[in-house]
């Protein structure tokens, strides 16, 4: 299984609003409502940003959402701010019973 | 609130087996609601999911190192634990292991989304 597509860098300037793609195929992302997405930031373990697509774990920013159409999900980061500066992750069920991640994507703040 | 641990050697030898143990806290890891698992990250790279496994012993692997790895869980300590045999250079990694919830409600077996990491340990295949 091919790790899911994501772009390999995004930028935008602070206050601005970012969107980060994630494309899979029938089988895990437009198979299935159950894409997550992660933040790392340098050093760190991930957190969890958006699970279920578009929910988001109590403590996360209504800067942080999602959605999906298709084989393709997508996680927007509005008002940008210099902490949202990290690597981005999006992951998926799978049909065979696994989990798939994106190659990440590093989102830079100018 | 539910914490997780690995531990293990940083350095391991070419051709050997890695063995890590992450330890479950403040929580109990037989619960129905959730899977363990382990996701590695070489060194500038992404995340790969390695494999995970229920409290009752079901496990699923990553089918592209399903060969080499197993998963083994211990209730009684609050352990699950990773071997990974043959290890190469490219197994060098940061090993986080991780709790997943389960998709049993909508009848659906297997890992999806991670809510707990811990803090990853660094293993190092070298001679």
């Known amino acids: 299984q091919s790790a899911l597509t994501q772009p390999a860098s995004v930028s935008g300037s602070p206050g601005q609003s970012i969107t980060i793609s994630c494309t899979g195929t029938?089988?895990?992302?437009?198979?299935?409502?159950?894409v997550s997405w992660y933040q790392q930031h340098p050093g760190k373990a991930p957190k969890l940003m958006i699970y279920?697509?578009?929910n988001r774990p109590s403590g996360v920013s209504n800067r942080f959402s999602g959605s999906k159409s298709g084989n393709t999900a997508s996680l927007t980061i509005s008002g940008l701010q210099a902490e949202d500066e990290a690597d981005y992750y999006c992951?998926?069920?799978?049909?065979?019973?696994?989990?798939?991640f994106g190659g990440g994507t590093k989102l830079t703040v100018l | 609130q539910l914490q997780l641990q690995e531990s293990g050697p940083g350095l391991v030898k070419p051709s050997e087996t890695l063995s890590l143990t992450c330890t479950v806290s403040?929580?109990?890891?037989?619960?129905?609601?959730?899977?363990w698992g382990w996701i590695r990250q070489p060194p500038g790279k992404g995340l790969e999911w390695i494999g995970s496994?229920?409290?009752?012993?079901?496990?699923y692997y990553n089918p592209s190192l399903k060969s080499r790895v197993t998963i083994f869980v211990d209730t009684s300590m609050s352990q699950f634990s990773l071997t990974l045999s043959s290890v190469t250079a490219a197994d060098t990694a940061v090993y986080f292991c991780?709790?997943?919830?389960?998709?049993?409600?909508?009848?659906?077996?297997?890992?999806?989304?991670?809510?707990?990491w811990g803090n990853g340990t660094t293993v190092t295949v070298s001679s």
């Open positions: 991780a709790r997943h919830p389960t998709l049993h409600r909508v009848g659906l077996l297997g890992p999806y989304y991670v809510d707990v």
């Open positions: 403040g929580g109990s890891i037989s619960s129905s609601s959730y899977y």
């Open positions: 496994i229920y409290y009752s012993g079901s496990t």
């Open positions: 029938s089988s895990d992302v437009g198979g299935y409502n159950y």
């Open positions: 279920d697509v578009s």
């Open positions: 992951s998926s069920y799978t049909s065979s019973t696994s989990v798939l």
